[in-house]
């Protein structure tokens, strides 16, 4: 059994739903587990997408990203 395949396009379009209704749940994972169905995908799959978005949000997320692969192309 393989994994479907989504597009970054459709990654990216669940993730503005949940932040677009987030407000409408009483928790971010309600919101994640009401609009996975919607999207075609399993609610785990979307709130890793959503939690990528977040980080990539975060400024010092995103320096702690970057140095990792720093770090990983100088061991090569």
């Not at 997320?61 to 720093?70: A, L, T």
Request: proline fraction near 8%; charged fraction near 25%; hydrophobic fraction near 30%.
């Amino acid at each position: 059994m393989t994994k479907p395949k989504y597009t970054p396009e459709i990654g990216e379009r669940a993730v503005q739903l949940v932040i677009e209704s987030e407000k409408d749940y009483p928790s971010n994972w309600a919101a994640v587990s009401a609009i996975a169905p919607k999207i075609g995908c399993n609610p785990e799959t979307l709130r890793i997408w959503y939690q990528k978005y977040l980080d990539q949000q975060n400024p010092v997320k995103v320096q702690q990203i970057s140095d990792q692969e720093k770090n990983e192309a100088n061991r090569t």
